[in-house]
Structures are given as C-alpha cells and as structure tokens.
C-alpha cells in the first residue's frame, strides 16, 4: 500500500489551461505539504496543511490554490499555467501538529508529479 | 540567505568504498533537525538519516552515518562501503525550531557509484 499517492506522475499541457494535481496519505499524519522541484532540481516548500488548515504559503502566485478536504488529502489546482510552472510537484505528510516538537516529524514524499506546460 | 549548503555539485566513488558528503547550515536557533534524502534516477524521495540539534552522538542507520559537528554548523552524511544502487541524487535539508512545518532543502549533490 502506497503511504504517499500522487496523481497523475505525469501532466503534458498547454499555456493557459488549469490543471489540478492530487495527493493522499494513509499513515494518519497530520501534516502535508506541496513542495516544487524546479529544472536544476532545487526542492522549494509551497504549502503546508495541518489538520486541514494552511500553515505555510511561502509566497507562491495565486494562481496556485491548495485545498485538503480532510487530514488525508490535499490536492493542488493551477489556474492559467505558464510555462515557468513546469516542473516536479512532490506530495509530503508528516505526523507532527499542533505543537511544536523537537523530534524527527520526518517527511514522507510522494513519488512527484511531473508537469510540463508547453 | 541559503539555510542549507552544499558544496559538491557531484561526486564519483569506486564501489566499496566510503563517501563523504558535506552539508553546512545556517540556523540561529538552538533546537532543529538536519535531514538527509535520497533521490534516485526514478524521481522518489527517500528519507536516509536524521540528526537532532540536541543528539550528543552521531547518527547511524545501516550504511548511513551523519557526521554532526555543530560548532562547525555542518552534517555531513558519510555513506560506507558504497553500492551501485547508491547512485543518486543526495539532499540535505533543515527544520528550524520554530518551523514544524517547514524542511529548508540545499541544492544536492549527485553520487556516481563506479563498478
């Protein structure tokens, strides 16, 4: 059983379109998040939900909307893709909320979801 | 500012042998994590090793050892006895202690493992 699933693992489309991206876990974390992993393979933190509510939105275009209907699911919608958005989109959950900790709250990827806009 | 640096683009080690790779870090806090990850050619990523800022020893997992020295602010991961399957893409990545949430990842370093 997958802890991590993406879908789809690959997203070919053009400029202008909307596309969505989803992402569910089955190891009860609390936590998840959508991380870009860019051209030269730099990993960047887009979002973070715990328990359903946005944590962390480090800057990203608005274009760019996260909604987790429950604690196992958070999918990402991108409005009016531009060619810049190409890229590896990786799925994350971590078991830690609410409280901070000291410990390892290890994160646990999805396999990535390719997107090429053309 | 970069949190999280690592220097070597990419790295060659012959089979067998023990490969080092640095990882320096930028953190004004006194409670964080240091993470390594593993990123093959099929694109996963996987979790290696974690040093806690407060672990007084090293950390070891199989294979895996984490050179932690923190007056230096570095944590190098020291792979042993080095496997074709080794060949990947390696991460070093920080969470700060106010940041639960968020892993700072550096740029990678890219291991060839030669027969």
């Known amino acids: 059983d997958t802890a991590v699933s993406q879908t789809p693992k690959y997203l070919v489309t053009q400029m202008g379109n909307d596309k969505s991206i989803k992402c569910e876990q089955n190891?009860?974390?609390?936590?998840m998040y959508w991380y870009k992993q860019d051209s030269k393979k730099f990993l960047k933190i887009m979002f973070s939900?715990?328990?359903?509510?946005?944590?962390i939105n480090e800057t990203v275009p608005n274009r760019f909307s996260p909604k987790s209907p429950d604690k196992a699911h958070l999918n990402l919608h991108i409005n009016s893709l531009e060619l810049g958005d190409s890229a590896v989109y990786f799925c994350?959950?971590?078991?830690?909320?609410?409280?901070?900790?000291?410990?390892?709250?290890?994160?646990?990827f999805g396999a990535g979801s390719r997107l090429t806009v053309l | 500012a970069q949190k999280i640096t690592q220097t070597q683009p990419g790295m060659f080690v012959q089979e067998k042998e023990a490969v080092t790779l640095d990882c320096t870090y930028d953190?004004?806090?006194?409670?964080?994590?240091l993470f390594w990850y593993k990123q093959p050619s099929s694109g996963e990523m996987i979790f290696l090793i974690y040093?806690?800022?407060?672990?007084?020893q090293n950390a070891t997992e199989g294979r895996y050892s984490l050179n932690f020295q923190k007056a230096r602010k570095s944590a190098n991961l020291v792979i042993s006895a080095s496997q074709l399957g080794d060949s990947a893409m390696y991460f070093c990545?920080?969470?700060?202690?106010?940041?639960?949430?968020?892993?700072?990842f550096g740029a990678g370093t890219t291991v060839t493992v030669r027969a």
């Open positions: 994350a959950s971590s078991p830690r909320g609410g409280q901070r900790y000291s410990g390892a709250n290890v994160l646990t």
């Open positions: 190891l009860g974390h609390d936590t």
């Open positions: 939900y715990n328990n359903k509510e946005l944590i």
């Open positions: 953190t004004s806090d006194q409670s964080y994590g």
């Open positions: 040093q806690g800022s407060y672990d007084e």
């Open positions: 990545a920080m969470r700060e202690g106010n940041s639960d949430y968020k892993l700072s």
